[in-house]
């Protein structure tokens, strides 16, 4: 029979053996990126819904989960949206923009930032999809320059190698202005730019002739501007080396930065592999120019993704501030991520409840002085190899019994699988 007390659909519990790997992941992140220079920062799970619907976010303003009530009374009626309505955040980015409008007096001119944690999307539930997830993102704010693609690139590489993942991915490169140019010179007009890219996007998905009959259904082309865009066939190298790509029309379409970001990512990190992909698009309405992603080499679907998004932070400050982000999808790569095993000191002190606890929190001190972690655990009336079995299980290293009278740190025995 199937347990009736679980989360909310889309939601999950975390056991402490996960939490201590996403824990151990995380931290290798964060220390990668704080060696690079960044700087962790925290920012509230609960956004006005004016800024979460600022026609920034895609398709993700249309999952976000509404605060309806905002601890009104029960019989309180709920009125339509107004300015005061909160909701929660569906990415770290928008929440970054309104932190840096909010602090750009405090923050340096480059202010390069960390942040991770949970976010929320009101999306179809479905395996390994959950409506809470965790984000780690890392972004460069008040850099035009290069250099700030080309540092995030670099930085989130050395985090995949950190994790031992170095040999499993690739990274794509695009840019939203080559997407925008291409379909002006095929002939799509302007006014159906953003839809055409939508529709572009889902080319992994549902493969060229369901993104042909998509742009033909919708009326965002012609069916010979359909045709030209599926049927491209461009040689990404000899793009890259001549800094456009050439129509069969006879039209050119610069991939402005681009070749200029490989080349230095492919000078600072030679092991990689990196490539331009002209059909990669990314679904946030915010990106401006270069956008990346990186692809699992062996799974079909990507692990990390980002890219340059200038109009964002003046949306809020009245001003252009340029920005470019890059996000690891966290809740992607825990289940890839194999770390060796680690050695913990960690000590199981049994003890009996109802006893006097003095000794055993005296005994405790003690262990813990030693340098021992230690955790408080009830035994079961015989000690057989089950227990110990359990014991390893959870990460003891060893164990004090302080049932027995007059236990000491002497009493400090290994936990051995097969002991009795």
């Known amino acids: 029979m199937a347990n009736p007390v679980v989360p909310a659909r889309g939601m999950r519990d975390i056991m402490p053996a996960e939490k201590k790997k996403r824990d151990r992941v995380l931290g290798i992140i964060r220390d990668v990126y704080r ?153 799509v007009e302007s006014e159906h730019h953003d839809a055409a890219l939508i529709a572009l996007d889902k080319s992994d998905k549902i493969g060229a002739d369901g993104v042909r009959a998509e742009l033909l259904e919708r009326g965002l082309c012609t069916p010979d501007q359909a045709d030209e865009l599926v049927s491209l066939n461009i040689d990404a190298e000899a793009a890259l080396a001549a800094g456009e790509v050439s129509l069969p029309s006879g039209k050119t379409v610069s ?63 009245g001003r252009e501030v340029p920005a470019c982000g890059f996000s690891i999808g966290f809740e992607r790569i825990i289940d890839l991520v194999d770390l060796p095993e680690e050695q913990e000191d960690r000590v199981a002190l049994l003890y009996k409840p109802g006893s006097d606890p003095v000794p055993v929190y005296r005994l405790r001190a003690e262990l813990q002085a030693s340098g021992h972690a230690v955790g408080l655990v009830v035994p079961p009336r015989r000690l057989g190899g089950q227990f110990f079995e359990s014991l390893a299980a959870d990460g003891y290293s060893h164990f004090v019994d302080s049932r027995r009278e007059d236990a000491t740190l002497d009493d400090l025995r290994p936990v051995q699988r097969d002991q009795d």
């Open 255 to 317: 991939l402005y930065d681009l070749p200029a970001i490989v080349a230095a990512v492919r000078a600072l990190a030679p092991t990689c592999q990196i490539e331009f992909d002209p059909t990669l698009v990314r679904g946030m309405g915010y990106y401006t120019g270069p956008i990346f992603e990186v692809a699992h080499r062996y799974r079909n679907f990507s692990v990390a993704g980002g890219g340059r998004y200038d109009h964002v932070v003046g949306k809020w400050l």
């Open 35 to 187: 060696q690079a220079g960044f700087d962790e920062i925290e920012t509230p799970a609960v956004e006005p819904l004016t800024r979460l619907l600022s026609n920034q976010g895609g398709e993700n303003e249309k999952m976000i989960f509404e605060i309806m009530r905002r601890g009104l009374p029960a019989d309180e009626p709920v009125i339509a949206r107004d300015a005061s309505d909160l909701g929660l955040r569906y990415d770290l980015t928008v929440p970054l923009t309104r932190f840096y409008a909010t602090h750009a007096a405090e923050l340096p001119r480059v202010f390069r930032a960390l942040q991770t944690g949970p976010v929320w999307r009101a999306e179809r539930p479905q395996k390994g999809r959950f409506r809470q997830f965790r984000q780690c993102d890392i972004d460069i704010i008040g850099d035009e320059h290069i250099t700030a693609e080309v540092d995030l690139l670099v930085t989130t590489l050395a985090a995949f190698s950190a994790l031992g993942m170095a040999e499993d991915i690739r990274v794509l490169l695009g840019d939203r202005r080559f997407l925008v140019d291409l379909l002006t010179a095929v002939g």
